[in-house]
């Protein structure tokens, strides 16, 4: 009987993991847009950086305004503290990453159009000649 129970319970633990690590990823791009298109997927990680930096911007506010008037919170107020500070972390790691990848495809629809990376900077003269 024992054994049975404690089977059943590491079963059901083994399967609440994996099933928690499979619905925590989430999808890096929607289906809709193209896994080739650079442009697309850039223009959607600035989305996604936007809508972030809104919600900072949100939540910094809120934050100075208990800052400035803890008072008004009552001892409720730490607990809020604690959640503005959680929620101002997650969002700016949210800006950070977003902007990475909207970057990084920006980068590849450069490559992919013929452009490059690493761009020599030249000055041109007057009359149109490059000095390097």
Do not use: C, W
Request: proline residues 3%; hydrophobic residues 35%.
């Amino acid at each position: 009987m024992k054994t049975r129970k404690l089977t059943t319970i590491v079963s059901l633990l083994a399967f609440g993991f994996f099933a928690t690590s499979v619905l925590a990823e989430a999808p890096a791009a929607p289906s809709n847009i193209d896994p080739n298109n650079h442009r697309a997927l850039a223009a959607y990680y600035e989305g996604l950086a936007k809508e972030a930096a809104e919600k900072l911007e949100h939540y910094q506010h809120e934050l100075q305004d208990y800052e400035d008037h803890p008072y008004v919170y009552g001892r409720q107020g730490q607990d809020l503290n604690s959640h503005l500070h959680a929620n101002i972390r997650e969002y700016s790691k949210e800006l950070t990453e977003d902007l990475e990848q909207a970057e990084l495809h920006k980068k590849m629809s450069s490559t992919q159009e013929g452009g490059q990376l690493n761009k020599v900077k030249a000055q041109v003269n007057v009359d149109g000649s490059v000095v390097r």
